[in-house]
């Protein structure tokens, strides 16, 4: 299957700096991708929605200026965490597929391996 | 209500029987539903989707759909230990067809 490289896999950083966690899709274009952050035994929520080259779609109560996120490329979303505080503390994962709609696009929905954020 | 609601578990099964992983949604307007296995630490991978009533068989693993009531199952059968993991449901939402929310998931556990 196609494969989706998340980095950092774990990460750790004092109150009040930024992180950075890049996620590529290595063999297809992604032109959607998506941002999830996830807590210890619960589901994942979806953060935001970011198609190449375009602005990235927002959540409901989700901060667009604490999550940046940034889809330059076919292949490269970034998500950075600003300003981290230790409620920030989550476990991060991107997911990547070719199509923008439809509700088969989902069949080739690929996911990252996560980041582990620790914020101290 | 949640959106899409699953028992957490653990749903603890001896080696070789069926499991059974339960899910039901909100939105009669859902489309589209996907089963997605998580091991502990690790990202979802996909197991199953499923778009119409009835049953639908890949291997070991059985996905049915009841639009009616507004549930979708997952049967494992001959389960082994490797399926001990965290199972997702996800169902697509109603205003945008190709974002979906997840359940909070059932752990498996499957007994040697």
């Known amino acids: 299957g196609a494969v989706v490289s998340q980095h950092p896999s774990r990460v750790i950083c004092k109150s009040g700096t930024s992180v950075k966690i890049e996620c590529r899709s290595l063999?297809?274009?992604?032109?959607?991708m998506f941002w999830y952050r996830q807590f210890p035994k619960k589901s994942l929520m979806l953060m935001a929605t970011s198609n190449e080259g375009s602005k990235a779609t927002y959540e409901q109560g989700v901060e667009k200026d604490k999550f940046l996120i940034n889809h330059a490329s076919l292949t490269l979303s970034t998500l950075t965490v600003t300003s981290a505080h230790p409620e920030d503390s989550s476990f991060y994962i991107c997911s990547a597929r070719v199509a923008r709609g439809g509700f088969r696009a989902n069949e080739k929905l690929f996911f990252g391996s996560g980041t582990q954020l620790s914020v101290l | 209500q949640k959106e899409v609601e699953q028992n957490s578990g653990p749903l603890s099964v001896p080696e070789g029987a069926i499991a059974s992983l339960n899910c039901t949604y909100s939105d009669r307007g859902s489309q589209s539903f996907f089963w997605y296995r998580q091991y502990s630490g690790k990202s979802p991978e996909l197991i199953m989707f499923?778009?119409?009533?009835g049953d639908k068989e890949d291997g070991r693993f059985t996905a049915q759909l009841n639009k009616a009531s507004q549930y979708v199952s997952l049967l494992i059968r001959d389960s082994q230990p490797s399926d001990s993991a965290t199972y997702l449901c996800?169902?697509?939402?109603?205003?945008?067809?190709?974002?979906?929310?997840f359940g909070s998931g059932t752990r498996l556990l499957v007994r040697p």
């Open positions: 063999d297809f274009q992604a032109t959607t």
């Open positions: 996800a169902v697509n939402r109603k205003d945008s067809s190709y974002k979906l929310i």
């Open positions: 499923i778009y119409s009533n």
